[in-house]
């Protein structure tokens, strides 16, 4: 049976499109030479944090407003979310990071050092203040990828490589330069270490006016700790100086870090357009689903909505650009 649509791109923007498409009836082609997600694609080095809130301090409006749909989504897709919030945090010489963070940002409330100890007994004797975000969430991407392929996988559709069949869309990140010429690399390094001896339940965003750090737990003593922000479409080679500073804020942080156990170093370019905002483009009878930036996890559910609701039912997308 021939394909309705071919998605070109098994990251997070194309299998949430697939998802997406699948669900409402439409007969999918998934394609992509890599095969199945992995550490050749910044989906597999994202943070997973579902924080609309957070993002808000520096993001456009459309991204806190069409982020808050995400949890819910990924939570329908059968994807294991931790609902328990997000919280912010500044060292001493840096307090004025965080009421800056604050009148940035919504849906926050601060917590003084005995409710920051209630929540994270870890942080309530190093932190006095801190920012509560309790309507965010948090997902483990490379467990929500697997997800996303078997639930593919068990309605037929399997990632392959061979022929487009019918509308081709492309959701291939930076892969799509060679079309979308406004379209570069925001370059992300970041660590993933096991750290028995400390315990967080929910990702911990630590202010500084250069280097803003977040941790991500991942379970059993495992955190992702993330990221740069280099303007660069470099895919490769972490350097020593973004290593040493993740580290060194991490150790900052809480000092049982500096005992942590390095797993994997990582590194990738995100796609984004000059505005930082994805969209949806049509070009030469092609529909690309791109520009994710830092919030792949975040904003795919809602990429893939608007573009399943413009194929299937005809309405235009709110982040469209035509350029047939």
Same mark, same amino acid.
């Given at each position: 049976m021939s394909a309705d649509f071919t998605i070109k791109g098994a990251g997070v923007a194309g299998l949430c499109v697939a998802t997406e498409l699948a669900r409402r009836g439409a007969r999918v082609r998934v394609l992509d030479p890599n095969g199945a997600p992995g550490a050749h694609g910044c989906s597999w080095w994202a943070g997973g944090m579902l924080a609309p809130d957070c993002e808000g301090e520096v993001a456009e409006e459309p991204v806190v407003r069409l982020g808050r749909e995400a949890a819910a989504w990924w939570q329908a897709q059968g994807v294991e979310v931790t609902y328990k919030g997000s919280l912010v945090?500044?060292?001493g010489r840096d307090r004025q990071e965080l009421d800056r963070f604050a009148r940035r940002t919504e849906n926050h409330r601060l917590l003084d050092r005995d409710a920051l100890a209630e929540l994270e007994p870890d942080l309530g004797e190093r932190f006095g203040r801190a920012l509560f975000m309790d309507a965010e969430a948090h997902l483990n991407p490379r467990a929500a990828l697997a997800d996303l392929v078997t639930l593919l996988s068990e309605q037929g559709i399997e990632i392959s490589t061979g022929a487009t069949e019918g509308q081709v869309i492309d959701c291939r990140g930076l892969g799509a330069r060679d079309s979308l010429t406004d379209l570069r690399g925001v370059k992300g390094e970041m660590v993933v270490l096991r750290a028995p001896d400390v315990s967080f339940d929910r990702p911990i965003r630590l202010l500084h006016p250069?280097? $803003?750090?977040?941790? /991500? $737990?991942? =379970?059993? =003593? /495992?955190?992702?700790?993330?990221?740069t922000q280099l303007e660069s479409g470099e895919r490769t080679r972490a350097t020593v100086r973004s290593v040493m500073e993740l580290l060194n804020t991490a150790y900052a942080l809480h000092p049982a870090f500096g005992e942590a156990e390095l797993l994997e170093i990582g590194v990738d370019a995100r796609p984004a357009f000059p505005d930082n905002l994805p969209r949806i483009t049509s070009l030469n009878g092609t529909l690309y689903v791109n520009g994710l930036f830092r919030h792949g996890y975040l904003l795919a559910p809602a990429m893939a909505k608007m573009l399943a609701d413009y194929v299937l039912d005809g309405n235009t997308p709110e982040l469209w650009k035509d350029t047939a």
């Open positions: 945090l500044a060292l250069r280097f $803003p750090l977040y941790i /991500v $737990p991942r =379970g059993d =003593g /495992v955190f992702m700790l993330g990221a």
